[in-house]
């Protein structure tokens, strides 16, 4: 039986808890302090200049700094430029629909739930997803706070002020990112792999041809998803609205910001929200209390926020497995702590935006475990299947009648797709420990039995890797016509083996296929060539194949 296929439920452990996990989520890097340090002073500039000038929401120009800031200048630069514009949309879609809903909630409140219902579906169907998200989000978020403004021209001015409040918070961190951000290899790291945002339930790339993803208008999981996610939120809306407790309106965010593509994934987050809720709660409730009312100047504010920043964004910086959770704590802060224009003392910020957020988890929570829920576990069998199936693909490379040139351009661009499934897999893994729920045995696949089959494959992924080196390429280059045809067709046999392992299918006749053509290869080698590092790396692989079931 597959291991792919076959069915044990196992109840799973939180991935949290252990000291070591968190040693290695937070162990020091010289990329991660320089990212933190960047942090820290985009917000303190921020901070002096909406001081100074007394621009409005400083929480969100200085939140901004965190959002945007990216592994890499070219990330960054590119985050910046799709918030400005999704912002910019968003907010002119909201004063557009002002016009005809202000005063109207029977309006307003359906207006509200289309919008977010179209972001929602874009950010999985647009090839640009955060953009689409962005522009829902800000456009009905905007909508919901319309009953609070006292007059159409309040509302507008307030909203204008959101714009300015976005668009040179993030222009701030793309000129220090721009300018103290080093390069992958001036850092003396790899280059960043690029982490799942906030705004994207999934990695997109767009090719210029296409708007949308190829199954936007086929797969019903999509308007699933948005349906969802619309519902949690507008339940939230009318609940906080309806007790006329508007200071919860996080509840709403929080709907929106941990809403993903799996029930595991939303979990995942929702924990990582209310953690960095907590911890940012906590210290903008100590500096309340206990420092703000001896702050006088702007120069102790600047090292108080700079303080707590620096904990933000060591924590933001980690792995996507941590990372979210450094942005709430920073969003819990300076939503807290950043009041006015003066110090003030007031508690019912951190009480109300703990409440909410409390409320929205619980909320999304339950709509994503019990409507359509798209399970985890699922997505890591169909993604090691995809695995399995591109390292076969990389095991027929190279063919005897290939130039060397052609073999390596496929076997490079091979093993990039490969390695980034393989990576998609084992984030599928970690994150399907947030699904507690035990599934009947016809629909649930054994997570521990999954994880093994992953790590044999990553196994034999590794040594097909080594394949491709200059040495094994010129080893291949000098190989015997009949040395290479028996190297290929072994190579092929596995394949094979390692496509059928993705069904299932694996029967006496493919063992014995096997079998044959690796007694074949020995003889051909032990015949016409001595042994050589290339022939170590087949032979490995004919025996990991064998074990992969």
């Not at 399970?375 to 027929?396: K, M, P, W, Y």
Request: charge should be neutral; include cysteine; glycine fraction near 6%.
């Amino acid at each position: 039986m597959s291991l792919i296929t076959a069915s044990a439920a196992e109840t799973a452990i939180l991935p949290f808890g252990s000291l070591a996990w968190f040693k290695r989520e937070l162990a020091p890097t010289r990329l991660r302090e320089i990212r933190t340090a960047i942090m820290v002073g985009g917000t303190v500039l921020c901070v002096v200049i909406s001081m100074a000038l007394q621009v409005p929401s400083l929480d969100l120009s200085a939140y901004m700094v965190f959002f945007l800031s990216k592994e890499t200048k070219r990330l960054t630069i590119l985050t910046g430029l799709l918030g400005l514009i999704g912002a910019t949309v968003g907010i002119g879609e909201a004063i557009l629909l002002y016009k005809f809903t202000y005063g109207h909630p029977e309006l307003r409140i359906p207006g509200m739930a289309i919008t977010f219902f179209l972001g929602m579906y874009l950010s999985r169907v647009f090839v640009l997803g955060p953009l689409g998200f962005l522009i829902g989000f800000v456009s009905s978020y905007g909508l919901s706070v319309a009953a609070q403004a006292p007059s159409p021209e309040v509302l507008v001015r307030q909203v204008l002020w959101i714009w300015v409040a976005i668009a040179y918070g993030g222009a701030v961190t793309v000129v220090i990112n721009s300018l103290f951000l080093p390069d992958p290899a001036s850092a003396g790291a790899k280059p960043a792999k690029p982490k799942r945002s906030e705004l994207s339930t999934a990695s997109r790339r767009p090719d210029g041809r296409h708007l949308f993803v190829p199954d936007a208008f086929t797969n019903p999981a999509h308007v699933h998803f948005a349906l969802k996610a619309t519902f949690a939120a507008m339940f939230c809306y009318i609940f906080y609205s309806a007790i006329d407790w508007t200071g919860i309106h996080t509840a709403f965010i929080t709907c929106t910001f941990i809403a993903l593509e799996s029930t595991g994934a939303t979990l995942h987050k929702g924990v990582l929200r209310i953690g960095g809720a907590i911890i940012g709660g906590a210290l903008a409730l100590f500096i309340i209390v206990f420092l703000m009312p001896h702050m006088v100047t702007i120069a102790s504010l600047v090292v108080v926020v700079a303080c707590a920043c620096a904990i933000a964004g060591w924590v933001a910086t980690g792995s996507e497995m941590i990372s979210y959770a450094g942005l709430q704590i920073a969003f819990a802060f300076f939503y807290s702590v950043f009041q006015g224009y003066a110090p003030d003392t007031d508690l019912d910020n951190v009480r109300d935006r703990v409440v909410g957020i409390l409320f929205g988890l619980i909320v999304t929570g339950v709509v994503f475990a019990y409507i359509w829920p798209e399970r985890t576990i699922d997505r890591l069998r169909d993604t090691l299947r995809v695995s399995l199936r591109q390292l076969a693909q990389l095991l027929e490379i190279p063919r005897p009648k290939t130039s060397i040139q052609t073999a390596k351009a496929e076997a490079h661009s091979s093993i990039a797709a490969t390695s980034k499934s393989f990576e998609q897999a084992r984030r599928y893994v970690q994150l399907s420990q947030f699904e507690f729920e035990e599934s009947p045995d016809h629909e649930r696949i054994s997570l521990g039995n999954l994880e093994t089959a992953l790590l044999r494959a990553e196994d034999i992924f590794a040594v097909a890797t080594s394949l491709a080196r200059d040495q094994a390429w010129d080893e291949w280059h000098q190989l015997p016509s009949a040395a290479k045809n028996a190297e290929s067709e072994l190579r092929n046999v596995a394949a094979k083996r390692i496509d059928r392992a993705t069904t299932g299918d694996v029967t006496d006749d493919t063992d014995a296929d096997l079998s044959t053509a690796l007694h074949a290869w020995n003889e051909t080698v032990q015949r016409q060539r001595p042994e050589s590092s290339r022939t170590a790396l087949v032979s490995q692989i004919a025996a990991e194949v064998q074990h992969l079931e």
